[in-house]
């Protein structure tokens, strides 16, 4: 049984948190929700983690976070559906880092098209969040949630600064290791 699994999106994201911390047991779980789920469901069934970390990049939805800003997210449902079944997800809160709603899309800029609500707390949108959630949920494994904003949503990709976004999450990231690390 494993403690807890780092998990990204793409090995982009995971690439400089393994060089930097290479004895945390990273995971791909891929993009997008059905890959996310599917890939999480089989680690799951296979190693057994006690808690999962959700990391990669994301979009910020709202001008109050800066590019390269790191957040966790407290609340994640999935983009588009009826409001008869939106399902929402509340990851277990690990750092200190600025609250943020997330939305999980099948692809970019869905939460402006859909209107993304109007919060107290920032939102941003990413791929994955809600798969990892309902399937954390089905296995009762604890999640939690980070993401480092790459862009804003609409911009075109040519402006997105994920190699910045990547190396302040490898940042944070080692430093939430070595903490958990020590507490132990």
């Known amino acids: 049984m494993t403690d807890t699994l780092y998990l990204f999106p793409t090995e982009f994201e995971a690439a400089l948190f393994r060089v930097l911390r290479p004895q945390a047991e990273v995971r791909i779980v891929g993009v997008g929700m059905s890959q996310a789920a599917a890939t999480l469901s089989r680690i799951i069934a296979e190693e057994q983690p006690e808690k999962v970390l959700l990391c990669g990049i994301a979009g910020a939805c709202d001008e109050r976070l800066d590019v390269g800003t790191a957040v966790e997210v407290v609340t994640d449902c ?4 009826p409001k008869a079944y939106a399902e929402s997800y509340k ?13 999980t899309v099948s692809r970019c800029g869905v939460s402006l098209e859909c209107g993304a609500r109007e919060s107290e707390v920032p939102a941003i949108e990413q791929m994955e969040g809600a798969a ?35 190396e302040h999450l490898a940042d944070v990231l080692s430093k939430l290791y070595d903490a958990q690390t020590e507490s132990k």
């Open 78 to 81: 999935e983009m588009g559906l």
């Open 132 to 166: 990892v959630g309902a399937v954390c949920r089905a296995w009762g494994v604890e999640y939690s949630h980070l993401r480092t904003i790459s862009n804003r949503v609409g911009d075109a990709r040519s402006l997105w600064r994920a190699d910045e976004a990547v």
């Open 91 to 103: 990851p277990c809160r690990c750092t200190e880092l600025p609250e943020v709603e997330a939305f």
